[in-house]
Each structure stands twice: as structure tokens, then as C-alpha cells.
């Protein structure tokens, strides 16, 4: 009779003793089904030159919104997405979904960003393919991000999809360049049209360590230079970070000084060739 007692007291610590573990569970069914009800949406954000001000690209953010959770961030989801599997057919999701809307941005890229996952399961070559014939978006305006842990598991696998997505005519960024492992002979093994230096680098720009961060950028700017990458300073909030990047060298910028990221961003519509804007 104890014993039977016990395990009933042991079945309701584990059941009542749960609230987060059923909120968990709730969190990750509702996002399981996300996909089939529509709750994701992308947000875009523009990538803006240093020095002319111009658009040159957007990057596509991923939204959820449960009408039960409300607004969850990207930073609580992805990592369940990863965790679950579920990336892979969301990702795929926003493959197409990024390219049907910047097919419609005259030759402004969209950037794309992807989870070490998507290259271990599922057909990555082929849904980007698919993505890019689906929406007719030029391969040269799909840019996709990826981050240095991703070389962790499996190399030589990863560095054969991305060779295939270079014949394809795909670009790859390095995203949050900077911060994770970062093996410098990397660089020589993965194509890579470009760096995202890291926002926690501008960040240091504006308190005590200055220094230190402007020699790091400097360092950055100066390997990207010498092997031909672009650099893409992200989370710039104040001119001031706008003035400093550029002179540091620093081609290209995103953040909220430009503009947050926006479902309804599009870029300035072209002005037709030839015609000239009356003054
Ligand atoms: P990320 O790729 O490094 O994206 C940049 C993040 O910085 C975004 O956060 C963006 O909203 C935020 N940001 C932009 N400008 C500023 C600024 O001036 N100040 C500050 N404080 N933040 C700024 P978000 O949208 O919350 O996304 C977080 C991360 O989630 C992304 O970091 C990316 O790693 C991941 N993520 C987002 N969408 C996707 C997706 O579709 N697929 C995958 N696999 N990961 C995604
Ligand atoms: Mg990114
Ligand atoms: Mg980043
Ligand atoms: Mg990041």
C-alpha cells in the first residue's frame, strides 16, 4: 500500500512538478503546427553602402506569431526549430518565400540565413534550387548566411553543398563573424563571398572599448581586402557607428539607424533607365 502510495505521490511531483515542463511542451507543439497555420512570417531589413547610402541588399528575419503565445523571438524558436528537426522544412519555407518577394526588388539581394541542420538533413542544393526557378530570382541575388560552427560537424560534407551552391551562383556569407570558433583557415577551405562582423563588435564601439574593438574591425576589414570579401557591420543604432565603420573601411551596414526590420520593407522602386528626375 506504501509503495503503491509512493508512486502515486511520485506520479503527481512528476505531473504537477511540471508547469514549466508543460509550457515547454505547449511551446513546441504550437510551433510543430506553425507552418501548416500560416504563423510564420518574414521580416526584412535593408543592407545599406557605407559610403553612398544605397541599398544593396535586405536580410530575411523569420516571425512567429502564435495567437495564443503572441510574439515570440528568434532567439527562444530557432533553437527549438534546430533542436526539433523542424528547421529543415521551415527553412525551406523561407527559402521561397524570400526569393518570391525579392524577385519582385528589380536586383536587390535578399540574404538568407540557415541552420547547420539544413545542410545535414533534407536536399539543400534542391531546395534552393527549386526556390530560385519557383520565383525566377537570379541566383546572383540570393545571398546565404551561414555561421563558422556549422565546419563542427561534418566538413566535408557542408563544404561540398557549398561548393555546389557557388556553381549555382549562390553567394555565402559568414554571419557573426567574430564570435564563434573562428578558425582563420576556414576562410581558405569554404568559399565565401563576404563576413558579417559581429554585432557585439559595434556594440564595444560605443562603451570603454573602443580601442580594442576598432583594432578588430580594422583587423577584419584588412583580411577581407586582401581576399576580396565584402564586410557587413551589423547592428548599427547610431550615425556615430555609421561615421567609424565607414572610415574603418567597413563596405556595407545594417541596423536600426537605417532601419529596423519590416514586413512591408521594399527597396526605392528604380527610376526607368534614361529618364532623368526634373528638379
Ligand atoms: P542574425 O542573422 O545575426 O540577424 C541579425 C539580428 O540582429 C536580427 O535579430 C535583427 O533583428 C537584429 N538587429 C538588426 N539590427 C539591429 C540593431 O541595430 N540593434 C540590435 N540590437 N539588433 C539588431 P532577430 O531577427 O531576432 O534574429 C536573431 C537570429 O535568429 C538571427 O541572427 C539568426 O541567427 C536567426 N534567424 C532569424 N531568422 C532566421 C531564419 O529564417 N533561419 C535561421 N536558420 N535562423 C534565423
Ligand atoms: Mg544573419
Ligand atoms: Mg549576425
Ligand atoms: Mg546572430
Same mark, same amino acid.
Given at each position: 500500500?506504501?509503495?503503491?502510495?509512493?508512486?502515486?505521490?511520485?506520479?503527481?511531483?512528476?505531473?504537477?512538478?511540471?508547469?514549466?515542463?508543460?509550457?515547454?511542451?505547449?511551446?513546441?507543439?504550437?510551433?510543430?503546427?506553425?507552418?501548416?497555420q500560416g504563423e510564420?512570417?518574414?521580416?526584412?531589413?535593408?543592407?545599406?553602402? =557605407?559610403?553612398? +547610402?544605397?541599398?544593396?541588399?535586405? /536580410?530575411? #528575419?523569420?516571425?512567429?506569431?502564435?495567437?495564443? !503565445?503572441?510574439?515570440? $523571438?528568434?532567439?527562444?524558436?530557432?533553437?527549438?526549430?534546430?533542436?526539433?528537426?523542424?528547421?529543415?522544412?521551415?527553412?525551406?519555407?523561407?527559402?521561397?518565400?524570400?526569393?518570391?518577394?525579392?524577385?519582385?526588388?528589380?536586383g536587390v539581394p535578399?540574404?538568407?540565413?540557415?541552420?547547420?541542420?539544413?545542410?545535414?538533413?533534407?536536399?539543400?542544393?534542391?531546395?534552393?534550387?527549386? =526556390?530560385?526557378? +519557383?520565383?525566377?530570382?537570379?541566383? /546572383?541575388? #540570393?545571398?546565404?548566411?551561414?555561421?563558422?560552427? !556549422?565546419?563542427?560537424? $561534418?566538413?566535408?560534407?557542408?563544404?561540398?553543398?557549398?561548393?555546389?551552391?557557388?556553381?549555382?551562383?549562390?553567394?555565402?556569407?559568414?554571419?557573426?563573424?567574430?564570435?564563434?570558433?573562428?578558425?582563420?583557415?576556414?576562410?581558405?577551405?569554404?568559399?565565401?563571398?563576404?563576413?558579417?562582423?559581429?554585432?557585439?563588435?559595434?556594440?564595444?564601439?560605443?562603451?570603454?572599448?573602443?580601442?580594442?574593438?576598432?583594432?578588430?574591425?580594422?583587423?577584419?576589414?584588412? #583580411?577581407?581586402?586582401?581576399?576580396?570579401?565584402?564586410?557587413?557591420?551589423?547592428?548599427?543604432?547610431?550615425?556615430?557607428?555609421?561615421?567609424?565603420?565607414?572610415?574603418?573601411?567597413?563596405?556595407?551596414?545594417?541596423?536600426?539607424?537605417?532601419?529596423?526590420?519590416?514586413?512591408?520593407?521594399?527597396?526605392?522602386?528604380?527610376c526607368p533607365s534614361?529618364?532623368?528626375?526634373?528638379?
Open positions: 500500500l506504501d509503495d503503491a502510495r509512493e508512486q502515486g505521490h511520485a506520479l503527481a511531483r512528476y505531473q504537477g512538478g511540471g508547469e514549466e515542463r508543460q509550457a515547454t511542451l505547449h511551446f513546441e507543439a504550437a510551433l510543430a503546427d506553425a507552418l501548416n510564420f512570417d518574414l521580416h526584412y531589413q535593408p543592407i545599406t553602402d =557605407a559610403a553612398s +547610402g544605397l541599398v544593396r541588399g535586405a /536580410e530575411a #528575419l523569420l516571425r512567429w506569431h502564435n495567437p495564443e !503565445l503572441g510574439f515570440r $523571438s528568434p532567439a527562444e524558436f530557432i533553437p527549438v526549430l534546430e533542436r526539433t528537426g523542424l528547421i529543415v522544412p521551415v527553412g525551406a519555407w523561407v527559402l521561397h518565400e524570400a526569393c518570391r518577394r525579392a524577385s519582385t526588388w528589380g535578399v540574404a538568407v540565413n540557415l541552420s547547420a541542420r539544413q545542410f545535414q538533413q533534407g536536399d539543400l542544393l534542391g531546395t534552393v534550387r527549386s =526556390a530560385l526557378q +519557383g520565383s525566377g530570382l537570379p541566383p /546572383e541575388c #540570393l545571398k546565404l548566411e551561414i555561421t563558422e560552427s !556549422l565546419m563542427i560537424q $561534418s566538413p566535408e560534407r557542408v563544404q561540398e553543398i557549398l561548393l555546389g551552391l557557388r556553381q549555382m551562383g549562390v553567394q555565402v556569407m559568414l554571419d557573426d563573424f567574430g564570435t564563434g570558433y573562428s578558425n582563420l583557415s576556414l576562410l581558405r577551405n569554404i568559399p565565401v563571398s563576404g563576413l558579417k562582423i559581429d554585432r557585439s563588435f559595434v556594440t564595444a564601439l560605443e562603451r570603454g572599448e573602443n580601442a580594442s574593438a576598432q583594432a578588430m574591425i580594422r583587423a577584419i576589414v584588412q #583580411l577581407s581586402e586582401a581576399l576580396g570579401l565584402d564586410t557587413v557591420a551589423e547592428g548599427v543604432e547610431h550615425a556615430e557607428e555609421h561615421q567609424l565603420l565607414r572610415d574603418l573601411g567597413v563596405t556595407l551596414l545594417q541596423g536600426y539607424h537605417f532601419a529596423p526590420p519590416s514586413a512591408t520593407w521594399n527597396p526605392e522602386p528604380h534614361g529618364v532623368v528626375a526634373a528638379v
